[in-house]
Every structure is written in C-alpha cells, then in structure tokens.
C-alpha cells in the first residue's frame, strides 16, 4: 500500500513539474476590449454569420462597418492595444483579434494591421494573418504567433467583445 501511494505522489509530482511554462503570453499587451454590435439594428444588420469577410473595426473614432465609420466612439468603449476586428470566418463564426501586430509588439513596436480581404496585414514588417480560417495565423512565416483573441459572445445577435 505504501509503495503504491509513494508512486502515486512521484507522478503527480512529474506531472506538475511537466505543465510548469505551458502557459501561453502573446507579445501583445492586453489592454482592455469592451463594445457592443447589435446586428439587428443600423448598418450593423448586414453583419450575419453569411456575409464571410464582412468586419467590424473598432479604433480610436468609433465603429467602421468594412471601412466606413457608422458609430462614433463612446466613452465606455475601449479598443484594445492596437485597435480591435470582429471577423465572420470561413465556418461563420465571429472571432475578434487585437490589430496589433505581434511580430512587431514583440520588438517593442505598436503597429496596427490594416485588413485587406481575409488578411490583416501589418504595414511595418508585411506580415498577413489569415482572419479567414478563424484562427488569425501567420501566413508569410515572419511571425511565430498568432494575433491576440479577444472573446465574443452572441447573445441573440447582440455582439459583446470583452477582455
């Protein structure tokens, strides 16, 4: 009994020590995200699950619905470290990421990806991550993370995006 409980604690003692720096830390800092989109109302009713590529901005002067601003800013809001997209992806998911540019964050620059089509692309080191797959992946391999996600809920077709 006692040799059993003794290898009993020597695993768990291995699998802790195992799990020790697993622990994913983007390069980009997290500043805080909160904003609405309710897409039943105003422009943002276009903005459903079927229209892939479509996506919402959220920068310094409000919300641009695919580059066109349709709400100002509110001083509630908050837009992250580099300003904030909300993506439909390929599998009609929203999914929202920082536009800050890891690569660059991880050289002590902020830059903020522009999205051009299903790529958010940052104008400093040319990276493209691919918002289309819903993961926000490098795809020229000068990066070697991802953009930071930001958590949405969908609640009844209200969009909530907080961090």
């Known amino acids: 009994m006692c040799r059993v409980y003794s290898w009993g604690c020597i695993v768990i003692a291995l699998l802790l020590c195992s799990c020790q720096g697993t622990t994913f830390s983007s390069s980009v800092p997290r500043y805080p995200v909160y904003f609405n989109i309710d897409t039943r109302q105003g422009a943002f009713v276009h903005?459903?699950?079927?229209?892939?590529?479509?996506?919402?901005?959220?920068?310094?002067?409000?919300?641009?619905?695919?580059?066109?601003?349709?709400?100002?800013?509110?001083?509630?809001?908050?837009?992250?470290?580099?300003?904030?997209?909300?993506?439909?992806?390929?599998?009609?998911?929203?999914?929202?990421?920082?536009?800050?540019?890891?690569?660059?964050?991880?050289?002590?620059?902020?830059?903020?990806?522009?999205?051009?089509?299903?790529?958010?692309?940052?104008?400093?080191?040319?990276?493209?991550?691919?918002?289309?797959?819903?993961?926000?992946?490098?795809?020229?391999g000068i990066a070697r993370e991802s953009m930071l996600r930001i958590p949405v809920t969908n609640s009844g077709g209200n969009l909530i995006i907080r961090q």
């Open 47 to 140: 903005f459903i699950p079927t229209a892939v590529t479509s996506y919402v901005l959220a920068k310094d002067k409000g919300l641009y619905y695919n580059d066109q601003l349709v709400q100002p800013r509110l001083d509630v809001h908050a837009y992250g470290y580099g300003g904030v997209v909300v993506y439909i992806d390929i599998m009609g998911n929203y999914n929202a990421y920082d536009l800050a540019c890891p690569y660059c964050a991880g050289r002590g620059m902020k830059r903020s990806c522009a999205v051009d089509g299903i790529y958010a692309v940052c104008p400093e080191c040319g990276e493209q991550y691919d918002l289309g797959s819903g993961t926000a992946v490098p795809r020229n």
